[in-house]
């Protein structure tokens, strides 16, 4: 049968990389970029999941039927975010009550994809 | 063997089910039902994650001071330990792709070995410490109560989605050693070869799943607002 052998010097480099990811979204977080931290930390991490599913998860070397079924999946998923993300954004909230702090000022968390 | 079971074994290998035209088909079909059910976890965990969202932007205090009640470190560690299992796994699926029997196995025990080492810091160094400063929500354990006087009723939201999201992952993990465990005994028994690994494959394919649900959740919940203001 026809297997997809891959060999074990990309799998080790893909560990490599996930863990100079991993690194680097610590270092980043050392610095101050506002808002745009959790930004920073959900673009590497959207790397990182791209690196597992494409090498480790052989998604690269599978079938186009499989690859639609992950995408669909995806798309699900930014519906769910970016629905309840721009409703809650779009309404009037009233201010947290005594003792729960404040808001945030920027917006927090962006959807992911 | 009688005439009728040697044409039926020439006809085709034991693992190759009737109703696939060939292996081929057969894995085609596994890998595919395997991410089907891999596509209602995203959703399952998607759905937590909005939540987690919407909820960190209304009270952004809390979950900002929350996470910094949290020590990155063993955060960090824990993604370390859990990205290797995902090498080690890799690499067993290749063994059973070549049908290295010792080598799948070496390397289904050692990833069970990591991710034991990785609930075995979260429980040692995270959820024993937090359950001592009472920072476990709610009214669980008698006695060891939400200090809510001290940390204020938004942190406590987060440390709700802080065990709910990490206990869901660790429940997920524990899930998984079972599947190895069972792997492993297959493997030992002979049960597969280059021809027939499937079992092995889509358990990889789980596996590395919840690899990256940690993914995601170490940045959210340990790194907020960053370390630089500690």
Redesign the interface.
Known sequence: ???H??P?RT??T??LL??VF?AT??W??????GPF??LV??T??VI??LL??L????VRS??A??KT??L???F??LL??AF??TD??SRN?PP?PD??????VA???PA?P | MTDAAATHAAEHPPYLAHHFT???QQ??AG??GM??F??TE??FF??L??A???Y???????FY?GSHLLD?HYG?AN??VL??S??T???AV?AA??GQRKALIAFLLLTMLLGIAFLGIKLTFEWSNDYREHLIPGHLFPGMEFDTIKH???VQLFFCFYFFMTGLHALHMIVGLGIMAVLVWMAARGRFD??YFAPV?VS??YW??V??VW??L???LY???????Q
């Open positions: 049968m026809s297997v052998v891959v074990v799998y080790v893909i560990f996930l863990m991993t979204t610590v980043v977080a050392t610095i101050d970029l931290n959790t930390a959900l590497i991490a990182k999941m597992v599913i090498f480790f998860m052989h599978s079938s039927l499989t079924f992950i669909a999946g995806f699900w998923l769910l975010m309840t993300l809650e954004g909230l947290p003792g729960w702090g404040s808001a945030t917006p927090a968390a992911k | 060939d292996i081929e894995n085609e890998t595919l991410w089907l891999l596509v995203i959703m998607g759905g994650f909005a987690y969202a919407i960190r932007y209304m009270y952004f205090d809390g001071k990155w960090a993604t370390a990205i290797g995902s090498l796994m890799a690499l290749r792709q070549l204020g009723p938004a280059a021809g494959e990889g394919l590395h799943f690899d990256i993914i995601f170490f940045p959210l790194l907020i607002g960053g370390t630089y203001k």
